[in-house]
Structures are given as C-alpha cells and as structure tokens.
C-alpha cells in the first residue's frame, strides 16, 4: 500500500471551551422511581377533552348559517308561504343559541382541565420538593460527593 505524501495529508486542529455547570448555577436532583411513577400516572389519568361538544356546536353553527340563508332566500321570494318565515327563524335562532351553550361549555370543560392539570402537576411537584428538602435536613448541608474512577481500557487487565 503506497504512503500518502507530504502533499496530500490534512491538518485540522480544533480547540473547544467546554464548561461545566457551578453548584451556584445549576443543581441536579435523583427523583425517586416512586414519585416518577406516581406523576407519570397522575398525567396519564387526566381526563381527555370531549371533541362531541365542539363537533356538534360546528354542525349547529352551519345548520344555523344554512337556515338563516333559506331565511332571507324565503324574504324575497314573492309566493312563499308565510308560516315559512316563523320556522326558518326559528330554526336559525334555535341552533345558534344551542351551538353557543355548547361551545360555552366546551370552553368551560376546557378550562377545568387546565387547572386540574396544573393543581396535579403543582401538587406533585410540591411532594417531591418536601421529600428534598426532608432529605436535606436529615443530612445536614445535603451535598453529595461523587468519586469519578477511571474505567479499565478495553486491552488492559
């Protein structure tokens, strides 16, 4: 196999800062499987969102804008009935109002779910923290000292 010459090598060097997080910048704490476990289940129990309400007030809302064009369609035809006009406003008015009671409702749900997430959330968050801070107070100062160990390299035994 012929050796590359002078010519055809390349030289690249490269010098990189890395910097590592300070005990006064960034502190990092073990969570207990228990309590992962335990707000993982929390957030999966939340109740979904109820998609029903917002697709029947959508349907409303077009049964509404389709019956208040007939409506006004009726209004200026010359031979339509008269009792035409009473139910084509009745219906434009009456599905209307539905969809917006169920659109209220849909917010509303929406809403109470938004804080449920965050009373779960906020509540967990307060348990794991107390369990910190019960640790830190058993332990005195609570910091932990980490010994680094080199690793045997694969060849050597």
């Known amino acids: 196999m012929p050796r590359a010459s002078q010519q055809d090598?390349?030289?690249v060097?490269?010098?990189e800062i890395i910097e590592f997080p300070s005990g006064e910048t960034e502190i990092?704490?073990?969570i207990r499987k228990g309590d992962w476990n335990r707000l993982k289940r929390n957030i999966d129990n939340i109740p979904s969102e109820v998609k029903g309400l917002q697709?029947?007030?959508?349907v409303l809302f077009g049964f509404g804008g389709a019956s208040a064009l007939s409506f006004f369609l009726v209004c200026f035809s010359p031979d339509a009935s008269p009792w035409l006009f009473s139910i084509f406003l009745c219906f434009t008015v009456f599905s209307i109002v539905i969809a917006s009671i169920l659109l209220a409702v849909n917010n509303r749900l929406r809403e109470f779910k938004v804080d449920y997430i965050?009373?779960?959330i906020?509540?967990?968050m307060e348990d794991i923290?107390?369990?910190f801070e019960r640790e830190q107070e058993a332990e005195g100062e609570g910091e932990l000292e980490v010994y680094v160990t080199e690793a045997p390299s694969p060849g050597a035994e």
């Open 13 to 15: 060097n490269r010098t």
């Open 122 to 124: 906020k509540k967990d």
């Open 55 to 58: 697709i029947a007030s959508s």
């Open 129 to 131: 923290e107390g369990s």
């Open 28 to 30: 990092r704490r073990l």
């Open 118 to 120: 965050k009373a779960v």
């Open 9 to 11: 090598t390349l030289s």
